[in-house]
């Protein structure tokens, strides 16, 4: 059920105003008046005219992206390769007899277009290492997934395209990272923090180990790429449960979102932790992306040298200085398929974690008082073959003194060594286990930033409730109980339409002393 905020103006144009969020099908379907049913997947709603709106790449643009053809993106990405930050050329670090690992990030995020950033930079490093000496046959191209479903042979050939995956895939040379395959697995001991470190052997054996990368805003921890990448994508769960869990993602440092928080700090830490076992670093090959995942710039080297460079341009896509007064209310729709798959957003556990990353991405500019009003479909898909256990934890979440999603952390290793869960994470493109504890992890901060969330237009609202939501059947519906209950008859509103369709930004207030990070004592992108 998406947001869509427009006014009919004739026959070929939209215009785009905070005056109504209504039906993009009313012009297909003029006879359709029925709020409390969802059209082609869309919910409209009628709210006040005061409400402002924000649609991510529009209201505020993006930074200029770099050309998109072809030839411009591999030109660029290939300077970067032959200068990159705080380390030796990829052609040079390359050599006969050597061999190499890309690190590849799975279908999550990151675009799958003919020139994404993924499809260039990988072809651009072959052509580096090829030139250096390495031989094809020495080469694995491995998918990041961490405990994301392993890539399906579909997948593959999307991410990579035609070329490059008939290129290797038919000499059994690109694998998905497999968590639980012990043969394919090191113990690399613990970082001075005390955290556990297990690494891919494939690339823990390899002489040059490539991160490809995408710096896109991320509520755990600022961006993706970096050493998230390492420190998320080719390790294990036990690796994982140091910094996706309730002690973790629940202090002050980690809402709203910060590149400071502890979070970060383990993820650089782990990440730094392999390096040091390995003797050598990762040569990561980076792209700022917009938000259609289009690169912005492209950043190549040693991640501790080149991640902090790449973030200062990405800060000027990420973190928008919008919101003149504070947000009582924010209205946005929840499609069924995004991001983790299909089902994310009618998954009763999936939904509470994309709500609590708009609460860890949006913090800033919402109320000490602020209510969520979010359409989904909520029909009871939970998705079973791509979720095998959530079904098993929502039904848990309901019983046995669980009053709130932290309680059910206890349960984190019996579910996370469950031995038909985790077969179906290595051999059936099933999440593992413990990826249901970090999203529950994340999920009750939905609870602990809002007075109330509204789901509105389910058809299976008693799965909402159980997960301590509000249901009512239109938005209008909704708003009236709040302006009751919780925020008044004037309350302010923002309405996000497209969200969950495009890569989200952070949004800040335009002053930047109304900004909630001054107490980190470090400068943030937001001002204060």
């Known amino acids: 059920a998406e947001l869509y905020v427009i006014r009919v103006v004739d026959e070929v144009g939209l215009e785009r105003k905070p005056l109504a969020v209504q039906r993009n099908a009313l012009r297909a379907a003029p006879g359709l008046h029925d709020r409390r049913v969802p059209h082609a997947g869309k919910l409209g709603a009628e709210l006040p005219d005061s409400t402002d709106v924000f649609i991510t790449g529009e209201t505020v643009k993006d930074p200029e992206c770099l050309p998109q053809d072809w030839d411009s993106l591999y030109a660029a990405t290939l300077d970067s390769l032959r200068h990159p930050m705080g380390m030796a050329p990829l052609r040079e670090l390359a050599a006969p007899g050597k061999t190499a690992v890309i690190v590849i990030p799975d279908i999550v995020k990151g675009g799958c277009q003919p020139t994404s950033h993924r499809k260039v930079s990988i072809t651009a490093c072959l052509e580096e290492l090829y030139a250096g000496g390495v031989r094809k046959e020495d080469i694995l191209l491995l998918f990041s997934n961490g405990l994301h479903p392993r890539s399906t042979e579909a997948e593959m050939r999307q991410i990579l395209g035609e070329k490059l995956f008939n290129d290797f895939y038919w000499t059994n040379q690109i694998t998905s990272h497999d968590s639980e395959d012990q043969e394919h697995m090191v113990d690399l001991g613990t970082t001075k923090r005390g955290d556990p470190v297990l690494m891919n052997k494939y690339v823990f054996d390899c002489d040059i180990p490539i991160l490809i990368g995408h710096v896109q805003g991320n509520p755990y921890g600022g961006y993706s790429g970096g050493y998230k990448h390492c420190s998320t994508g080719i390790t294990h769960w036990r690796s994982i449960a140091s910094h996706h869990v309730p002690k973790v993602m629940h202090r002050d440092d980690f809402t709203p979102v910060s590149g400071h928080s502890l979070m970060r700090t383990k993820f650089d830490e782990i990440g730094m932790h392999m390096e040091e076992k390995m003797g050598h670093p990762f040569f990561c090959c980076d792209a700022v992306l917009d938000t259609y995942s289009r690169q912005i710039a492209i950043y190549s080297g040693y991640a501790a040298v080149m991640m902090p460079e790449s973030w200062k341009l990405a800060n000027k896509r990420t973190y928008v200085p919008f919101a003149e007064e504070k947000y009582d209310v924010m209205v946005f729709g929840m499609p069924q398929n995004f991001h983790y798959g299909d089902g994310m957003g009618t998954n009763p556990i999936q939904m ?89 992890s994340c999920g009750h901060l939905a609870e602990m930033h809002t007075s109330a969330i509204y789901i509105v237009g389910a058809r299976e609202p008693g799965l909402a409730r159980g997960m301590g939501l509000k249901t009512r059947a239109t938005f209008e519906e909704a708003l009236e109980d709040a302006r009751k209950k919780f925020v008044g008859e004037a309350p302010s509103i923002l309405a996000l339409p497209q969200t969950f369709t495009t890569a989200a930004v952070h949004l800040c207030m335009r002053d930047p002393m109304q900004n909630s990070r001054s107490r980190d004592g470090v400068l943030h992108p937001c001002g204060a």
């Open 352 to 440: 509470m974690q994309a709500l609590s990353a708009q609460v860890i991405r949006h913090k800033r500019i919402l109320s000490d008082r602020c209510v969520f009003i979010v359409s989904s479909v909520c029909n009871g898909y939970f998705h079973d073959e791509r979720w095998p256990y959530l079904r098993e934890l929502y039904e848990l979440f309901q019983h046995d003194y669980m009053n709130v999603l932290p309680d059910m952390n206890r349960y984190g290793e019996y579910f996370a060594t469950n031995g038909e869960y985790i077969r179906k994470y290595r051999f059936a493109n099933a999440f593992h286990p413990f990826h249901g504890f970090s999203m529950m």
